[in-house]
């Protein structure tokens, strides 16, 4: 399978607890990107990466939440301190260069805060 | 401010009765406007890239087109297989990083 994965596919969490997930993009694309959708609402950008280079931050992203792409491969998305709020489907999508931007998604990481 | 907007919320067709979806954006600098399919608990799935007004792209029984405002999805004689919900996207920006959804229409092809 060539497409883009994400690890979990679901996780329950207590509030307060940290959690990460993890995102394998389609391995030619240098471009990641992370969304969150809860029910009934489109994806929301929360960040974006260029290769290992973190160049968008959605503002309505908490000190809470940190995105990394080392050697800009795959990547991973914690949150710390969860709350209920945060409780959505965390989507993770990859493109290839300039021109041809197209974002392929993977299945998602469906996010349950006790 | 920039905004995506689709219309109908929800949408309940008869097989074989064609009918469209709209997609209507207030965005400056327009890069590109993206239509997904998404069923329950997956993620969306790519169906077409438009990139100027006048585009037109088809698959199957589903034509996506684009105008200076506003974009339509279009599908002929659906079946229920083409149950799901649709949604558009913007990419918008100097650097053309920034994406937008919409809320989507959520399609039910009754047989």
């Known amino acids: 399978d060539t497409g883009v994965s994400q690890d979990p596919r679901h996780k329950i969490t207590k509030r307060g607890q940290n959690v990460t997930f993890r995102c394998d993009p389609i391995s030619e694309h240098n471009r990641l990107y992370w969304y969150r959708q809860t029910l009934g609402q489109g994806p929301e950008f929360l960040t974006y990466?260029?290769?290992?280079?973190?160049?968008?931050k959605s503002r309505l992203l908490s000190d809470r939440f940190s995105a990394e792409r080392p050697k800009g491969s795959f990547s991973t998305l914690e949150i710390q301190r969860t709350e209920q709020g945060d409780s959505a489907m965390y989507l993770c999508?990859?493109?290839?260069?300039?021109?041809?931007?197209?974002?392929?998604f993977g299945p998602g990481t469906r996010l349950l805060v006790l | 401010e920039d905004q995506v907007t689709q219309s109908p919320e929800a949408l309940r067709l008869q097989e074989g009765e064609s009918s469209s979806l709209n997609c209507s954006y207030t965005?400056?600098?327009?890069?590109?406007l993206f239509w997904y399919r998404q069923d329950p608990g997956k993620g969306p799935e790519f169906l077409f890239t438009l990139y100027s007004a006048g585009e037109e792209k088809e698959k199957e029984r589903l034509k996506a087109t684009l105008t200076k405002k506003e974009s339509f999805l279009h599908i002929t004689a659906p079946k229920p297989e083409d149950s799901a919900t649709y949604l558009c996207?913007?990419?918008?920006?100097?650097?053309?990083?920034?994406?937008?959804f919409g809320t989507g229409t959520s399609l039910t092809v009754i047989p």
């Open positions: 990466f260029q290769n290992e280079a973190q160049l968008e």
């Open positions: 965005v400056s600098g327009l890069r590109g």
């Open positions: 999508a990859s493109s290839g260069l300039a021109g041809k931007e197209t974002q392929y």
């Open positions: 996207a913007v990419q918008m920006g100097y650097t053309g990083n920034q994406f937008y």
